[in-house]
């Protein structure tokens, strides 16, 4: 497996692109309340690094987990290579984004989460701590802090659905 790390990146994207056959609005809504349906089912769940299993998991193992379990979507394992996964989100968060953080010195991204909820402009997320898998608030001063951006996976390319609009049953 180690052989082929190269080419799961590239191959994550052509599965992510087929895949992506139903309107742009009905596809990211029913995809993105199956990844946080998904998502919370990991809460409690212990952390441990390199994990990526309900035994004990880590921030991009819990990703990869989740988008593999609600989308059958393959993303690269670490939180920095799912940080070049999708298109950057400047505003307006939407459940199932991807948000990325940086410890105060780290020149990488060292951890991601999901947004599992967006209410009265207070964003909640999803991700794998040293405290377990949990729900948080990106308002939270140190999550603030660490905040480097965000980025949408579950977007389709508008050139796909013209294409395969309607081919897709309910």
Request: proline share 5%; glycine share 8%; charged share 25%.
């Amino acid at each position: 497996m180690h052989g082929n790390k190269g080419r799961a990146f590239p191959l994550s994207l052509l599965i992510f692109a087929i895949g992506c056959s139903s309107s742009r609005s009905a596809y990211s809504h029913k995809s993105s309340s199956s990844v946080v349906e998904v998502a919370r089912r990991y809460i409690g769940v212990p952390y441990k690094y390199g994990g990526t299993d309900k035994k004990g998991i880590d921030c991009s193992g819990l990703v990869c987990r989740v988008y593999q379990e609600a989308l059958q979507l393959s993303l690269p394992r670490t939180a920095q290579a799912q940080a070049q996964v999708g298109k950057p989100v400047r505003r307006q968060l939407q459940p199932g984004d991807l948000v990325f953080f940086r410890e105060p010195k780290a020149k990488e991204i060292t951890h991601v989460g999901i947004v599992s909820e967006v209410k009265k402009g207070e964003v909640r997320f999803i991700h794998a701590s040293s405290r377990g898998v949990r729900e948080d608030s990106l308002a939270d001063s140190h999550w603030r802090q660490r905040y480097v951006m965000a980025r949408r996976v579950l977007a389709s390319p508008p050139s796909i659905n013209r294409k395969r609009s309607g081919q897709q049953g309910k």
